[in-house]
Structure formats: structure tokens, C-alpha cells
């Protein structure tokens, strides 16, 4: 248990720890006991997502003062989700061949995979124990000169574990996982970077969060939840979504924000999004108005550097299925700005998640009745036509 | 091939043509409202269905929805179907029993038609004071070189530049450009000056005034402010069962309103309203049109998000017949709408779309006819009156053991 | 005489699937159903359940098409038990755990979109058809009438090293001209083909194994399941659309909440010339699968499933396929979400006219399909949430 504040342990920490899509147990393991402390309770559902509960605190009672905090239309408490995935990227492997040399695939849509990420890199391959290995590069010495510049496809590559067919047999199975092996590092500048060192920030963010919540009397309920196989369409919070919006009551009184990681400027991306200027507030249609303005305003009136994010489209994160689950959730999405996102060379800046976890907790902590009637279902005045009574012969009611 | 242009079809319009607003229809095309920004969209609407219904709310995402009660359907206690006001201690955690979906008591009909349309997004500034802009929905470079825009909440004017012809060479003008190689001029110079006009994330669209040309109309967003218009139209009737008019949004970023709503309504069926492309103009292949401006409104029996509901279908066509209003059906080809997603919500709602067949769709100019607007809100019109829930019955079968004699009329 | 009809027949055959396990296959390989038209299909698999299994209570017919069967757990009250729409929910005390088993009814094809003057129709695709490969095919509407595809030979021609394109495909029916032709728009075709038995009755081909060998697996295992019921109740529900985006399952899905969802269908064969690293062969066994393009299977249903292969002497092989999915993905996403899995028959071929399977990996699955009626009860995984 590392002590109250300590963000930056608890980076490296979960940074550390392998979560290959769909069986992220370790670090689920590691976000439940981290949450432990500031929640009622944590529990794990049939996709493995993390869930957190806490109840509103007003004073000393629990859900009472309701219409103090937020105005006398408010009859059930304010819920806001705070989510951040769990997993990392990953691939499964899908044939042992001949030598103990592991076939993969990535896990999930193909789509998108850069091999050249996986070319050449240290992996641990998670069998019956976990094993060290390497995806091998060809030296130029044996590839033809029109080919040294090619990127194979991921059918040709392969997994080395450095044992004899049998040990490997033994030991790995179709179906297991392989994870970038590549603990995280401090860098210069007061960069970390590693093959999950986004990731681990906002898992680490995500108990910040909470620590400060704990912290101090808040009026509305509190889902903090490290959602699973975020990298295979977010289908982990697709669940959390269905469940938490099945009910429109339910779903009017939820608010969602979803933390990321924004790809900032950096060789081969245009962008104005720097490292080291704060977490990004994104804008556009993934996101409700109104959350983005009192991000903002929550970021000017604490002094947290921000940047601004447009997102034509729908965000990468798990807003584009929480916008969406049951009747509809209201979401905003805050990054963590990040350079070579999905490598082994993952770097972001530790004061950028410092802000982050700032400018959420006194988010959450100053939702104000404001925000939160502008999310209700707004009814408008209305009236029927005479006319159309009369033509319909209908008493109205 | 079309041998046919609207100039042809009879100018009157029948069906009880003359009550229809085509001063709203202009408004609704002309309001900004690029996807995630329908606010001014979904006030003109508010505005001009309020007299007219008996509950009018919002949700969350942005969607509109317009309730009006039956006047045959007997009174009876409905719940609540803005999902507010209902204190559920304990209706937290996921899989408690307070937190399992109650439905409706009377299940509505749902009538949709999306408020936003495809557009552009600023997503940087350059130093010089260049906006770099992203599309929102589907939008091609071909349609926004040389064109100018408007941006933002106040409607700031932009311009996307083209070079003047004799400055460039037949190879740079044979090359359409991508929408990431185009930049939005906003007459500043400096970053600092173009952020004080307006803000990565506003919206941009093209700065066009409907135009009204006699048998038809020439405007931006017909792509769905038709179908809007036709719900707004509809919505001035009274029918003998519930019917929620839902305008949604974000269907053009993906259908992404249109789900929620049917989730939360759990409708007994469901009609869509939609503004659908043609391929009616001269070509030099013997294929399909999808649907033609100037015969009607179209229905469609399967799209890319949908296979229509069947029963839907034969109710529309027969009361086209009936009610002798000129339609079609669409070709099967390409396409989708928020049926897609409404027809999947919850337990599957059964689901139809009619469209208003329109030219040059997702692009500046776009061209609708009166006739088949005029048919589309008496289709729907008639098809909701002579409505019966018998329509959707469950399909019957045969219980294992008894005559073998499965209803193959309903059977999809 | 086809060779591959002789005497050989599979119920000569040892270690030989059963004989309603065969009847099914080759009843519901003739039916005709491409997505959104499944009627036909549907009628086979519940006119086989009266002939088969009349036990089986067949519940409903759902707004979309799907077909919803039941087996109740062992010793429940035969009356009032559970005929419409399940109204407890998962928490309730002592209730049996509730399987569902999913196979979509549906095949690919095409749909007409168009019919040119000269009769040849134009066609969209209905599901994922190698439209590439689509040329020489036959193809057969609703009213057996069948066509052949071919490509617009200059457009072939001016392409030639990219793939074709649907806008150069046609149908040939034979129609003189455009009145002549019976073909109307929307109306759909499904590949041609039929049932042939290959290698003396192990294994068999046919057009619409995907995934009228799933349907046929798990209508078997109802039948298995009602004459000898175990301690779930047991969903068996035959799904629409799913070659078209996985729709009816969704629905489904939220109609049924479940304990287990499982979905049978086809998967790949790796046992092929050239083909891409998959360790799926035919004759290996019932695939349980992994994950595959869309799915990552709840890992404590996995070793469930091997359990239950490992007791009942069922043999299994693991999958992990690159592309494709199943019904079990969409209902792995219901509601709360759901442990999800699958049993998959491996096939080669999938998508062509001419697709493969061994008759034993058909057992197998219906077999392993039907000892899920043993339930997950015992299995640390399975508790109710937290």
C-alpha cells in the first residue's frame, strides 16, 4: 500500500503489470485492492470489468440533503462514472509450430494492428508460467534488398522462447497471451515511458481520483470502474454501459467521464497537443456540451493547465459505446496527452496526470445542481391545438 | 435511365398538398446543425411542434422527443416515459432487481427522423490562421472546395479556397483534394486572431439559403430536415394510438441517438423518416436508380443496417394503394438509417423507413421534389390511422403435434 | 452414380453421428434462407423438433424472425413452468442456471437490386460473399428458380489485378428482356449446391454447412437434452441475421438473460494448401473457441466446456480465429453482460459453395452442445455478480 498521494508509485506500479485483452486479471486484481480503501465496494463482472461503488456523503448522512445540494426537482442522487481501461495491446497465440516457434494474432480486429510495433521486441508470453521471449527480426545479411524495407505480415512472424518444442509445448498453449515486455522507466523532461505507461497513469489516476473523493463529503454516488478489453472495440464497458442505462431513470441521473489518452504532437502526427500542458478536454459529438464547459470551468477556476481536443468523430475511448449503452449516457472524455500511444515506447509526462487526476476529482467534487439539471430530461411547454381536437371529436385529457 | 425529370410530373399536389409549411421546411434546412451541435435544429423544431402535442422533452444525447396521446386507445395510466422523478435507493449496482428495465404500459408507436446533418468540424489552427477542418458523417473534398461556410454558434464566414485557374496545371486539376489538405479561410492572419473567432470543435457548414424552384426545392440539409419537416407535419394529426415523434441525433456520425431512444421507449413499432440518395441522373450503365425523384416516396425493404419489417411493408404499399398516392420501392442497395438501431432495441421493434428521394445528397446543393414530400406525410399519415396492433401480432407457428399448418402469410 | 452417393452411406460408418442427427442435416441444408428470409429454414427446424423431439416446447416466434425453444431442468413442474418471456431475473434463489445455445438460421447471398432491360439483374450482397469470387457461381430465389453470375467482361478486363466490384456482377436467369424476367427487386438468392457425402460418409459437403450443420448440432442436442434432462434449463434459440451484423442474436439476447450464452456455428480449417497459421483441422474434434474477430470468450466457460469434453469423452480442439465472429459475440454484450462462449464445427471452405465438415467434429459438437444440461453449478466463475 503505498502512501496517500503517491501517483507517481502507483504509475509504475500498474504500468508494470501485464493485462493482455480479456484476461486482465493481474491488473484488475491490483485496481480492486488499490480501490479498496475509499469505496463501499468492488466488485467484478462477467466481462472482468472493475467496479467500484461509493454512496453520496453528505455531513455524516448517506443520500440525504439531495434537494440542498441540487435543487428540489432532484429526488434520487447524481451518479458519475469514472472510467480508464484495464488492458493493454496484445496478442494471442494461435499455433505452435515445428522448433517451439509461437504463431500470433493480435487479439480482435486485425484492422489497425502496426506490426512494426511488435517487430523485434522483448514479449512475455503468458502460459502455464510466464515465459521471456522475443519476436525476431530478420538481419539484412539474409533479406533481399527489396525487401529490407518491407513490413511483413503478421503471419510471418513469430514468437522465440528460446526452448526446445517439447518444453514449449509443455508449457504454452493455444489461446495464451503475449504482452510487450517492457517494464516502465523514468525518462528526462519528468517523462515515464514504457509499453503501458498511459495506461498505468490512468489506472493510477483512477485511485488518486478516488483517494480525493474519499476525502471529503460529496453529494452524489460515486462508479469508478477499470473497464476490460478496451483495445477489442471497448467491449468490457459496453457491458457496464448496458447495465448501468438499462433503466432511463437510471440513465438520466448518470454522468460518465471517461479518461484516455490523446496522441500529442509528435513525428508523423500534426498536432498541437504538447506533452507537459495538461490533460486534454475533449470537444465534439462523443461529448455533452455541458460536461466539456464544466470541465473547463472547473480547470480555470482550480488554475489546471488544459488543452483543448476536437474529436469530429466518435473518441477511441469507451465514451463512443457509454454515449450509447441503453437509453443513452451523458459523457465527456479527459486525456492524458501521449507520444508513440501503443508501443513499447509509450511516454507521457507525470505532471500531465498529476493534472488529470486534479481536474476530475474537483470535477466530481463540485458537481453542482446546475450541471446536473441540465442533464435531466427537459421537459417543454406544451399545448394542443383546438383545432385539432375539434376534427378528432375527442375529449382532451 | 431516367427518361423522366421532375418537370414532368404534374405541378398540383395532391394528396391535400396545400396545408403543408414549405417556409418551415427552408427554415430547417437553412439552421446549423452539424452532428453533436443540434441545438438551434431542435429549437425551431420545438417551436413549431409545441402547439401541437402533449409532452415535449429531451434526453441526454440531444434527442427530441414529441408525445402525442391516442384518441382511441383507452386511458390508461402510462409511465413515465422521460425516466425521471423516480427515487430508487439501491438502484445503483448493475443486476439489482430496481435496476432491470420496466416498460411502458401502453407501448407507443415511434416516428424518427435525425435533426443533423453531415458537415465539417475545425479541429486546429494553424499559425497563420488557417482552420484545419475534419469532416463530421460522410462529406468528400468535392464538396467543399470553393465553397463558403459558416462556423461555429454566431455563423462566422469562412471560405475554402481553390486557386484561380490559370495558376495551376490539368494535373493539379484533376486531383479532387483529401478534406486533411484543405483549410478554412477566416480573413485573419495570426493564430491568436482566428481563436478569437472561433474554437477547435465548432461546427462548419455551407452557406446555403434554400432556394424554392416551383416543383421542387434546392437546399443543404435536406438530409433529414425533409424527414423532420414530414414528422412536423405529421404531428398536427391526431391518431388512434400513441404516437412519440423522436427527433434524433447523430445519425450521420453513426446512428447514434436513434438506439437510446428506442431503448428507453420499447415502441411497438416503428417508422423512419429519411431523405434518401438517388442515382436517378444520366449514366451509362443499365442499373439501378435506388429511387427516383418525382415518384414518390420510397420504402424500403432492406438497406445495409436493416431488413424491414415485412408486415410494415405490405401496410405501407396497401395503403399507398388504397389511398392511390404515387410510391416506390427502394433498390436494395447500400444505405443505412437509425433503424438499424432501432430495430435492435431490446427485444426487436419492428421497423419500416420511407424516404423522400433527393439528388445530390451530403453536398451543398441538394434537391428534393414537393410531390414526393407531399406523398411521403400522406403515406405515413394514412398508414398511422388505419394502424392496428393486430399488424404486429407475434408470428404464430404450430405447437409439435398438432395439424401441420404454418401461416406462411406472415412468416418472413 | 455420383461415387460420393454410394452405398457408403454415414450411418454405416463407425463412431457414425445418429440418425436424427444426419435427418437434420440434410433437411435443413435444403432449406432455403438467406438473411431476412429464414422462413423456410425455420419451418424445417420446427417441423424436426415435432418429428424428433416433441418434447421440446417451442415458446415463440420473436419480432425479427428468431425462434425460441426450451428444455426445463430437470424436475421442474411440467405446467406453469416457463412458457413466455423468463420473468425472474439471475439473482433469484434456487433457480436452476439457464443456458442459452444460439444458431443462426440464415445463409449468404445476394438480392436483386435491379433488372436491366435485357433481363439480367443487378445484384447487392447479403452478408460477407467474396464478391471477388462470386463469378461462375449459381445461384437459387425463393421459387428454385437459379441463375449463374458473371462480370461485365470490359469492366474484368479494365480491373484486372484489383478485385471486382459488385457494380460489374450480374445475374443470368435466361430472361430474353425485362418483362420476361421473374426476378423482382428485393428479391434474394442464396447459393446453389446441395448435400453430398464424401470419404465413405465421414465427411460431407455442401452450400450452407454455415450454419446448417450449427442448426443441426444444436436441434440434437435439445432432442438429447429433453429425453434426459439435467440440471439447467436450456435455451435453444435459432437466430436471424446473423451473416448481416449479428441482429437477431441481440435482440435475442435481451429477451432471454441467461447464465451461460453459448453460439454454434462453423469456424476455419487450417488443414488446407497455403492457408494461414490456424491449428484447426477437420476430424479434430468440436472447436471451443477463444476468441476469434469479435469475441473473446469468457475463459472460465472455456475450461467449462473442456471439462465437460474431458468427462463425456468428447473430442475438442481450441480455437483461435483471426476474422469472423459469432452470434456469441452480440450476446455476450446483453444487458450486464454475459460469460459468453462457443462451439464451433470447423469447416473449410466457409463462404463458398462447396463447404466441408466431418461428420464426427458434427457429433461432437451436438454432443458437447447437449452435456451443457449438466449446468455450471460447482464452477468457481460462475456466481452472480460479486
Known amino acids: 500500500m503505498t502512501a496517500a498521494g503517491d501517483l507517481s508509485v502507483d504509475s509504475i506500479r500498474f504500468a508494470a503489470l501485464d493485462g493482455p485483452t480479456g484476461a486482465e486479471g493481474v491488473v484488475a486484481d491490483a485496481l480492486s485492492a488499490a480501490l479498496a480503501p475509499f469505496v463501499d465496494r468492488v466488485g467484478r463482472d462477467a466481462l472482468g470489468n472493475v467496479i467500484a461503488y461509493r454512496r453520496a456523503r453528505i455531513g455524516n448522512a448517506t443520500g440525504a440533503g439531495l434537494s440542498t445540494a441540487f435543487g428540489p426537482d432532484v429526488v434520487a442522487a447524481p451518479r458519475l462514472l469514472i472510467v480508464a481501461p484495464l488492458d493493454e495491446p496484445s496478442m494471442i497465440v494461435a499455433r505452435i509450430d515445428p522448433g517451439g516457434f509461437l504463431r500470433f494474432r493480435p487479439i480482435g480486429p486485425a484492422a489497425g494492428i502496426d506490426v512494426r510495433a511488435w517487430l523485434g521486441q522483448p514479449v512475455t508470453v503468458h502460459g502455464r508460467r510466464p515465459l521471456a521471449g522475443a519476436i525476431g527480426t530478420r538481419p539484412p545479411h539474409v533479406l533481399e534488398l527489396a525487401v529490407r524495407d518491407v513490413t511483413p505480415e503478421i503471419d510471418a512472424l513469430f514468437v522465440d522462447v528460446g526452448l526446445g518444442e517439447a518444453d514449449v509445448r509443455a508449457a504454452v498453449a493455444i489461446g495464451d497471451t503475449v504482452t510487450l515486455r517492457r517494464p516502465p522507466e523514468r525518462m528526462a523532461g519528468g517523462r515515464l515511458t514504457g509499453k503501458a505507461a498511459a495506461g498505468g497513469s490512468l489506472l493510477a489516476a483512477l485511485v488518486e481520483i478516488a483517494r480525493r473523493l474519499a476525502g471529503a463529503p460529496h453529494p452524489c454516488d460515486f462508479v469508478l470502474a477499470g473497464t476490460a478489453q478496451g483495445a477489442f472495440g471497448h467491449r468490457g464497458a459496453a457491458a457496464l454501459g448496458g447495465a448501468l442505462a438499462a433503466d432511463a431513470s437510471d440513465a438520466a441521473r448518470t454522468l460518465a467521464v471517461v479518461l484516455g489518452m490523446a496522441s500529442a504532437g509528435q513525428r508523423g502526427v500534426d498536432s498541437t497537443i504538447a506533452l507537459g500542458a495538461g490533460p486534454t478536454i475533449v470537444r465534439g459529438p462523443n461529448v455533452h456540451p455541458r460536461l466539456h464547459g464544466a470541465l473547463i470551468a472547473t480547470a480555470k477556476r482550480h488554475e489546471i493547465p488544459y488543452q483543448l481536443e476536437a474529436a469530429p468523430g466518435m473518441t477511441r475511448t469507451s465514451a463512443s459505446v457509454l454515449q450509447v449503452a441503453g437509453a443513452g449516457l451523458a459523457c465527456a472524455v479527459v486525456q492524458v496527452p501521449a507520444r508513440y500511444g501503443g508501443t513499447a515506447v509509450e511516454t507521457v509526462a507525470e505532471v500531465d496526470v498529476a493534472r488529470l487526476a486534479r481536474l476530475v476529482a474537483a470535477f466530481a467534487a463540485g458537481l453542482d445542481g446546475e450541471i446536473v439539471a441540465a442533464l435531466q430530461p427537459a421537459l417543454i411547454a406544451v399545448g394542443s391545438t383546438a383545432a385539432d381536437d375539434r376534427a378528432a371529436g375527442k375529449v382532451t385529457s | ?239 388512434p394510438m400513441d404516437i412519440v415523434g423522436v427527433f434524433s441525433v447523430q445519425e450521420e456520425a453513426g446512428t447514434r441517438g436513434a438506439g437510446p431512444a428506442a431503448h428507453r421507449l420499447a415502441p411497438s413499432a416503428a417508422f423512419v423518416l429519411e431523405c434518401g440518395t438517388t442515382d436517378d441522373t444520366p449514366k451509362d450503365r443499365d442499373d439501378t436508380p435506388v429511387m427516383r425523384v418525382g415518384d414518390g416516396p420510397a420504402i424500403t425493404v432492406m438497406d445495409s443496417s436493416m431488413v424491414a419489417d415485412v408486415r410494415l411493408v405490405r401496410h405501407l404499399v396497401a395503403t399507398a394503394e388504397r389511398e392511390a398516392i404515387r410510391h416506390q420501392i427502394r433498390a436494395p442497395k447500400g444505405g443505412g438509417t437509425d433503424g438499424g438501431k432501432i430495430h435492435l432495441a431490446r427485444r426487436g421493434v419492428p421497423t419500416a423507413v420511407v424516404s423522400a428521394p433527393c439528388r445530390y445528397l451530403h453536398g451543398p446543393q441538394a434537391l428534393v421534389s414537393k410531390h414526393d414530400l407531399a406523398g411521403m406525410v400522406a403515406l405515413v399519415r394514412a398508414a398511422l390511422e388505419s394502424w392496428s396492433p393486430d399488424i404486429v401480432a407475434p408470428i404464430p407457428f404450430d405447437r409439435p403435434g398438432s395439424p401441420h399448418s404454418l401461416n406462411r402469410e406472415v412468416a418472413p | 452414380m455420383n461415387p460420393q452417393t454410394a452405398s457408403a452411406s454415414p450411418s454405416t460408418v463407425a463412431n457414425a453421428p445418429s440418425a436424427p442427427l444426419l435427418d437434420a442435416l440434410v433437411t435443413f441444408t435444403a432449406a432455403w434462407g438467406p438473411s431476412g428470409r429464414e422462413g423456410a429454414v425455420r419451418d424445417a427446424i420446427i417441423a424436426w423438433l415435432a418429428a424428433h423431439a416433441p418434447t421440446v416446447d417451442i415458446v415463440r416466434i420473436d419480432a425479427l424472425g428468431n425462434l425460441f425453444t426450451r428444455v426445463g431442468a430437470a424436475g421442474e413442474a411440467a405446467a406453469g413452468a416457463a412458457a413466455g418471456v423468463p420473468a425472474d431475473d439471475r439473482t433469484a434463489p434456487g433457480r436452476p442456471a439457464r443456458i442459452l445455445i444460439a444458431a443462426h438460421m440464415d445463409e449468404i447471398g445476394v438480392i436483386a437490386t435491379h433488372v436491366d432491360a435485357t433481363g439480367f439483374v443487378r445484384c447487392s450482397a447479403v452478408g460477407g460473399v467474396p464478391i471477388a469470387d462470386l463469378v461462375g457461381c449459381r445461384v437459387r430465389f425463393e421459387s428454385g428458380l437459379e441463375g449463374v453470375i458473371d462480370a461485365e467482361a470490359i469492366a474484368r478486363k479494365a480491373a484486372a489485378g484489383q478485385t471486382a466490384t459488385l457494380d460489374m456482377l450480374y445475374i443470368d436467369v435466361g430472361a430474353p428482356d425485362r418483362a420476361a424476367c421473374p426476378v423482382r427487386v428485393g428479391d434474394a438468392a442464396a447459393y446453389a449446391g446441395g448435400l453430398v457425402w464424401q470419404d465413405g460418409g465421414r465427411r460431407a459437403m455442401a452450400h450452407n454447412m454455415d450454419n446448417r450443420a450449427g442448426c443441426a448440432a444444436l436441434a440434437e442436442a435439445l432432442r438429447r437434452a429433453a429425453a434426459a434432462p439435467g440440471a439447467a434449463e436450456v435455451w435453444g434459440v435459432f437466430t436471424v441475421q446473423e451473416e448481416i451484423g449479428l441482429r437477431g442474436a441481440r435482440t435475442a439476447g435481451f429477451d432471454v438473460p441467461c447464465d451461460v450464452a453459448i453460439a454454434v456455428d462453423i469456424t476455419g480449417a487450417g488443414d488446407l494448401p497455403g492457408a494461414a497459421p490456424l491449428a484447426l483441422a477437420l476430424g479434430g474434434g468440436a472447436a471451443v473457441k477463444i476468441s476469434d474477430g469479435g469475441m473473446i470468450s469468457h475463459r472460465g466457460v472455456v475450461g467449462w466446456l473442456e471439462r465437460l469434453a474431458a468427462d463425456g469423452h468428447i473430442p475438442v480442439q481450441p480455437e483461435v480465429l483471426p476474422g469472423g465472429t459469432t452470434d456469441a459475440a452480440a450476446l455476450q454484450l446483453t444487458g450486464a453482460g454475459v460469460p459468453a462462449g462457443a462451439v464451433s464445427i470447423p469447416t473449410r471452405h466457409a463462404h463458398r459453395p462447396g463447404q466441408v465438415i466431418d461428420l464426427g467434429d458434427l457429433e461432437a459438437a451436438a454432443a458437447l452442445l447437449a452435456a451443457t444440461r449438466i449446468g455450471p453449478s460447482g464452477e468457481a466463475w460462475y456466481t452472480p455478480q460479486d
Do not use: F
Not at chain 2, 421532375?6 to 427554415?27: I, K, Q, S, T
Not at chain 2, 492572419?189 to 434546392?218: C, E, F, K, N, S
Open chain 2, 1 to 239: 435511365m431516367s427518361g423522366r425529370n421532375v418537370g414532368d410530373v404534374e405541378p398540383a399536389l395532391p394528396y391535400g398538398g396545400d396545408g403543408l409549411d414549405w417556409a418551415l421546411l427552408a427554415a430547417l434546412s437553412d439552421a446549423r446543425g452539424v452532428s453533436g451541435d443540434e441545438g438551434r435544429v431542435r429549437d425551431i423544431v420545438a417551436a413549431a411542434v409545441a402547439p401541437h402535442v402533449d409532452e415535449l422533452w429531451t434526453d441526454a444525447i440531444g434527442n427530441l422527443y414529441a408525445r402525442k396521446r391516442g384518441d382511441r386507445v383507452a386511458a390508461v395510466a402510462t409511465t413515465d416515459l422521460r425516466g425521471v422523478g423516480r427515487p430508487d435507493a439501491g438502484a445503483n449496482e448493475p443486476g439489482s432487481p430496481a435496476a432491470r428495465s420496466s416498460e411502458p404500459a401502453v407501448p407507443p408507436l415511434m416516428v424518427c427522423a435525425h435533426l443533423d446533418e453531415v458537415g465539417l468540424m475545425v479541429v486546429d489552427i494553424d499559425g497563420d490562421g488557417m482552420a484545419r477542418l475534419a469532416a463530421v458523417g460522410g462529406v468528400l473534398g468535392a464538396a467543399v472546395v470553393g465553397q463558403r461556410v459558416r462556423i461555429g454558434a454566431d455563423g462566422v464566414v469562412g471560405v475554402v479556397g481553390l486557386p484561380p485557374a490559370h495558376a495551376t496545371t490539368d494535373a493539379v486539376r484533376a486531383r479532387l483534394p483529401a478534406l486533411e489538405e484543405l483549410r478554412i479561410d477566416l480573413g485573419v492572419t495570426t493564430r491568436d486572431a482566428a481563436l478569437a473567432l472561433v474554437q477547435p470543435g465548432d461546427g462548419a457548414i455551407w452557406d446555403t439559403a434554400t432556394v424554392d424552384l416551383g416543383p421542387t426545392l434546392l437546399g443543404k440539409a435536406m438530409d433529414d430536415r425533409a424527414g423532420c419537416w414530414a414528422l412536423a407535419m405529421l404531428l398536427r394529426s391526431r391518431y
